[in-house]
């Protein structure tokens, strides 16, 4: 039961990827912060996670549980210092062209990791459907906007996803939305290979799963290394596509891979 | 000319105020430098009018939206917002905006400790300064020594020039292809310049708009040919991964001075040669 005035020790409670409002803490000593808990901002914090579902692959939401208050709440923290990084690079942001950016960026970037606000099973919605398929079932060519986790640049490209089902299929969409799901966070292309092929893989059960992605990375080709043509190809394969190699190149084909 | 005030302070140059950014290094002072070759207001430069002497070079080539007079400075000797950076003032930044950054990979609800986002803030920061670079290099010290006298009279073009920028509006990528062309007047310019021109300017918080502008710009008044036309064509990265989410559409602007205005023939002829294809 909360108090009127309580205190929690959030250093552990940072371990839940909890946003914290900066005006609720208070710095006590010096790795020390304390949480004020009031009975108007209590209910900001589910710091119990009471109500998280069982997820897809141990599948990270973190965002899951945000209100409107705690969205806009970000919003604010990260427009107030894409101001200050506007100030850093040389620009004055009171020109017009500026006054508004650090709300856009800001508003930009939680689109680009919206990925963060949705499990999979959420995704899923129960488009499991009962059929008695055989053969490969192949989505290609899904477009994929995704932002690389070290340097914060996009990186862009398709997506192609096959499976052998075992009398369970799963709706086309629902693919394209499980690539949307992960793709929209901050990624390497190599877990979010794994991720989408493991997501397919836990909710239909099929015979194997492949994923194939190739991706043109905007911090090598704006920057770095500056390669212009460059493109990147990552692949999962799992179940009988990892063990047959018919299967495999039959994939790769129907995918126009080879 | 040198400030009278004995007490000497580093002040921003693009807002005339004493920079906070700096207030940790509280001893870093410098003299402000003042631009020697201001044109049409040296009737009016005081030295205490420190904010007139700066105001019209820093931004970003915008201020004509807001004044009815024609722009009467030229692109060449337009200040670099950069340009006076010493390494500790270029280190001072990459440390403010890895702070800025950690904090909004905090706000993300993502845990910038775990070890894949442990250095993010840092590389963010200086992939963020580098593709802003064009604000650390001057027109003017790219072309001054690539300028030829040369009796060519037909039309040169360098096409397909790869370009990325920065949305000014979202801090999103686009990129693309420019074709640049000119027709001399005696006077020819070095060819690799014209794309260092395009770099200048597209490493910056753009407009697509504004950066054709500003190519075609700098080129007329670098060799001041009989005619300039300069074609962009863009991906929109904020148009693509967010709002409209329009994966092919592409944006093309253009900017034709002198004989390219005026003649419909050449004109024509530069769009052949210089078309650019699809990427």
Not at chain 2, 192 to 219: D, G, M, N, P, W
């Amino acid at each position: 039961m909360i108090s009127n005035c309580d205190c929690i020790n959030i250093t552990q409670g940072k371990k839940q990827n909890i946003f914290y409002n900066f005006d609720d803490i208070k710095k006590q000593e010096e790795n020390k912060e304390i949480l004020i808990l009031t009975e108007s901002n209590v209910d900001q914090y589910d710091l119990h996670n009471e109500n998280r579902r069982q997820n897809i692959s141990d599948d990270n939401a973190l965002r899951e549980n945000d209100t409107q208050t705690v969205h806009d709440n970000r919003l604010k923290t990260m427009t107030s210092f894409y101001k200050d990084i506007l100030i850093s690079i040389g620009e004055d942001p009171t020109r017009e062209g500026l006054l508004k950016t650090p709300k856009r960026a800001a508003e930009a970037m939680l689109f680009f990791t919206k990925g963060y606000e949705q499990c999979v099973s959420d995704v899923l919605n129960d488009a499991i459907f009962e059929e008695k398929c055989e053969n490969m079932v192949i989505v290609k060519d899904i477009d994929i906007y995704s932002l690389c986790e070290h340097h914060l640049v996009p990186f862009f490209g398709k997506v192609s996803v096959g499976y052998l089902p075992n009398a369970k299929v799963i709706g086309l969409s629902k693919i394209a939305r499980i690539v949307e799901v992960y793709s929209r966070r901050l990624q390497v292309q190599e877990r979010l290979t794994r991720q989408i092929a493991e997501a397919i893989q836990e909710a239909v059960q099929p015979r194997g799963v492949a994923v194939i992605i190739e991706c043109a990375h905007m911090c090598m080709v704006m920057r770095g290394a500056q390669k212009v043509n460059s493109r990147t190809t990552t692949s999962a394969m799992l179940g009988v596509f990892r063990d047959d190699h018919k299967s495999r190149e039959e994939f790769l084909s129907l995918a126009r891979f080879t | 000319m040198t400030s009278q005030s004995t007490d000497i302070v580093f002040i921003d140059s693009t807002t005339s105020r004493e920079c906070h950014l700096f207030e940790f290094t509280s001893k870093l002072r410098t003299i402000m430098k003042v631009n020697q070759d201001l044109p049409h207001d040296s009737v009016n430069l005081t030295v205490r009018s420190v904010k007139s002497c700066t105001c019209s070079n820093h931004d970003n080539g915008d201020s004509d939206r807001n004044t009815n007079a024609p722009r009467k400075y030229s692109v060449l000797d337009e200040k670099a917002l950069r340009e006076d950076d010493t390494k500790l003032v270029r280190d001072q930044r990459v440390q403010t905006m890895s702070r800025s950054y950690e904090i909004i990979l905090e706000s993300i609800g993502e845990d910038p400790t775990r070890q894949g986002l442990l250095k993010t803030p840092k590389r963010a920061a200086e992939a963020l300064v580098f593709f802003t670079k064009g604000y650390e290099q001057s027109i003017r010290e790219i072309v001054s020594d690539a300028i030829f006298d040369e009796d060519c009279e037909n039309m040169v073009v360098v096409k397909e020039i790869d370009m990325y920028s920065l949305c000014e509006h979202h801090m999103v990528p686009f990129f693309g292809k420019v074709s640049v062309g000119y027709l001399p007047n005696k006077r020819v310019l070095g060819l690799s310049k014209i794309a260092r021109i395009v770099e200048v300017f597209s490493r910056r918080l753009q407009v697509q708009e504004r950066l054709t502008r500003q190519i075609a710009e700098a080129i007329a008044e670098a060799i001041k040919p009989r005619g300039v036309a300069v074609i962009v064509e863009c991906l929109h990265m904020c148009m693509i991964m967010r709002g409209a989410q329009k994966v092919n559409s592409r944006t093309t602007t253009s900017a034709m001075l002198g004989v390219f205005r005026e003649d419909p023939k050449s004109r024509e002829e530069f769009l052949s040669l210089g078309r650019i294809n699809p990427f």
